[in-house]
């Protein structure tokens, strides 16, 4: 019986670790409630569903346990496909998404804070303080520990 309990309570930790790196996501609609509990830096991660250096980052840079315990500690982390169909609302504003051709377009979310010298390419992260004013942007893909550096950064000098 002390053989069972044991190996029950290795299952039990291997699963709690694995599920450690699981990164914990929050809309837009969220925030103003999120930030009146406890005001946090906003990540936002600006993404296409063709984007190759977009899908490398979510599958690499996203699933590092460093990166995702980070965020999920000292951020709320959002993810937003630039091309969303959806109606966004924040601050009393509603964003929209823009159509500019058959079956192209942007979102006006993803282009207010994706837009970096006057151009908006993917992937982005912009990173938005608890008045949702942009503190941060980068423009290209991160690897894991370059953002793990970005991160501890930007959370020591929001303290």
């Known amino acids: 019986m002390n053989r069972f309990i044991q190996l029950m309570l290795l299952i039990l930790v291997l699963g709690i670790q694995q599920g450690y790196g699981q990164?914990?996501?929050?809309?837009?609609?969220?925030?103003?409630?999120?930030?009146h509990e406890n005001q946090r830096l906003v990540a936002v991660f600006i993404h296409t569903d063709w984007c190759k250096y977009c899908a490398a980052m979510e599958n690499t840079t996203f699933t590092n346990k460093k990166v995702a315990a980070l965020l999920n500690d000292?951020?709320?982390?959002?993810?937003?496909?630039?091309?969303?169909?959806?109606?966004?609302?924040?601050?009393?504003?509603?964003?929209?998404?823009?159509?500019?051709?058959?079956?192209?377009?942007?979102?006006?979310?993803?282009?207010?804070?994706?837009?970096?010298d006057n151009k908006v390419s993917y992937p982005t992260l912009c990173f938005l303080n608890a008045r949702n004013e942009i503190v941060f942007q980068y423009n290209q893909f991160m690897s894991a520990s370059d953002l793990t550096h970005v991160l501890n950064k930007l959370s020591d000098s929001n303290r």
């Open 23 to 35: 990164l914990k996501t929050f809309q837009f609609e969220q925030l103003d409630s999120l930030q």
């Open 74 to 116: 000292k951020y709320y982390f959002i993810d937003l496909n630039a091309e969303e169909k959806r109606n966004i609302e924040i601050g009393g504003h509603i964003f929209s998404y823009k159509p500019s051709g058959n079956n192209t377009g942007i979102h006006e979310l993803a282009e207010q804070l994706g837009t970096v």
